[in-house]
């Protein structure tokens, strides 16, 4: 019987200069699995890169002593054996089959498959949930998600503050798909994109002939929305006299359109969403405080990514898979430096930042995981040398250090020039080099020159 975990061969690199001399080991690794062959570690890192194996099977070769660090620096997660104490005699007629090699290759994928069985386990374990389009792990947004399951039956409003990109739109959704409401409309408006003249005829709607223009009935969004819900984001730059208008809608549960007289019943449940702090607004008098109370039924505050990191390895392997299916790009994972670097990072732009960063780096990679080189240029400053490790064992040592020198030293002038406003004559005085030795390397790293006015 194959010792194979699913329906297709799985992947074994053999590192061996010799394997022509081993026909009968060949031919019985072949029966069971796919395996690649190669001579060395500079063909093998090259392997892991765009084919990784569930296996690494080394030479036991002195010379091959070497492959065996290079591979467990480029991922430690790969089991490594030795072979090559046997002759190949010993694995002919039968022989693969009672060898303690063959033994090590089913123990190590059964291991591997119930390091991946406990894994599952684990990840249930801490609770993902999913409200609405919004995933996490982390347990105090999952009380978040208790909590608005039980007020969306209600016809509450709520406030949803947090930084931009955290996912206020997608709770909001959420809110609205947890209540007797999903079968009516959901209506977004962004406050803050309209502008201030267009937003009270955006909401409010106007009859024909209200302005010159108005040649027939405008229905608003809060008309629209019917008896389903009405999402007002970035309500924190919405106009002052808009709030008063908005507020007595909330108040008397009806509003008129722009130059009607007539009321028109307003059904639908509020949730508002804000980046800012409308206390502070309140105190600045940019925003009403009778408004912000009745918006404020219910509050909401959405953590930014950087206070919830373990959801980012799980957005990380949710991102990926979408757009790995929309691009149709087969994308395994990534690596261990594309990990660490996505883990480390603040995340200004929180989930929206991480999500476009992944789809920048779906639609650039060439292989099957994810390298630093695919990560858009913000990941690259100040990372150079870190990329360079990337290409270990495909340079020699000289070559990936020389590389790295110039990387940070191309940093390091740039950085001069930009504060000295490209002052050639001051940035070089700061670099305690003269000006012919900061031209000349300028020339060779290839830093592009600008004008400044005292040179």
Not at 60 to 72: C, I, K, Q, T, V
Not at 131 to 145: A, K, L, P, R, Y
Not at 380 to 394: E, H, N, P, S, V
Not at 440 to 448: C, E, N, P, T
Request: proline share 4%.
């Amino acid at each position: 019987m194959k010792a194979t975990l699913s329906e297709s061969p799985l992947h074994i690199l053999l590192v061996d200069p010799s394997s022509k001399e081993r026909p009968a080991l060949m031919s019985a690794l072949r029966q069971h699995y796919r395996v690649t062959v190669v001579s060395g570690g500079k063909e093998g890192i090259h392997v892991l890169k765009y084919d990784p194996p569930v296996l690494i099977i080394i030479d036991a070769g002195e010379r091959n002593m070497h492959d065996l660090s290079l591979f467990d620096e480029y991922d430690q997660e790969l089991p490594l054996t030795l072979v090559g104490l046997h002759t190949d005699d010993e694995y002919a007629e039968g022989g693969f089959k009672r060898s303690a090699l063959k033994s090590w290759i089913e123990q190590t994928i059964a291991a591997r498959q119930l390091h991946k069985q406990v894994a599952d386990l684990a990840l249930q374990e801490v609770h993902v949930q999913t409200f609405g389009g919004f995933v996490t792990c982390d347990v105090d947004v999952i009380e978040i998600f208790r909590v608005l399951r039980r007020v969306a039956e209600t016809d509450v409003s709520i406030l949803i503050t947090g930084e931009s990109g955290t996912g206020k739109e997608l709770i909001a959704r959420g809110i609205h798909e947890c209540s007797g409401r999903k079968a009516h409309p959901f209506v977004a408006i962004n406050c803050a994109a309209i502008p201030e003249h267009l937003l009270e005829t955006e909401l409010f709607g106007y009859e024909k002939g209200a302005f010159t223009g108005a040649v027939a009935i405008k229905v608003g969004k809060l008309e629209y929305a019917a008896k389903g819900t009405i999402f007002l984001d970035e309500i924190g730059d919405m106009p002052l006299l808009t709030q008063a208008k908005l507020l007595r809608s909330l108040q008397e549960r009806t509003f008129e359109r722009v130059g009607g007289n007539l009321p028109i019943a307003f059904r639908a449940r509020v949730v508002a969403a804000t980046n800012k702090d409308l206390s502070e607004g309140v105190e600045n008098k940019t925003f009403r405080e009778d408004l912000l109370y009745r918006l404020n039924t219910m509050h909401t505050h959405l953590p930014s990514l950087r206070d919830r990191r373990d959801d980012i390895p799980l957005l990380m392997d949710r991102f990926v898979s979408s757009f790995g299916q929309q691009y149709h790009k087969k994308l395994l994972d990534f690596s261990p430096w594309v990990s660490n670097t996505l883990q480390a990072y603040n995340w200004p732009g929180n989930v929206r930042e991480l999500l476009n960063t992944i789809q920048h780096a779906v639609l650039l990679a060439d292989g099957p995981r994810i390298e630093l080189k695919d990560l858009p240029e913000q990941f690259q400053q100040g990372m150079k040398a870190t990329i360079l490790l990337d290409k270990l064992g495909t340079l020699p040592l000289g070559e990936l250090v020389e590389q790295a020198k110039a990387d940070l030293e191309r940093q390091i002038i740039q950085r001069a020039l930009d504060k000295f406003s490209f002052s050639k004559s001051r940035c070089a005085y700061y670099l305690r080099i003269d000006r012919k030795t900061l031209y000349r390397k300028m020339k060779a790293l290839d830093i592009q020159d600008r004008e400044s006015e005292d040179g």
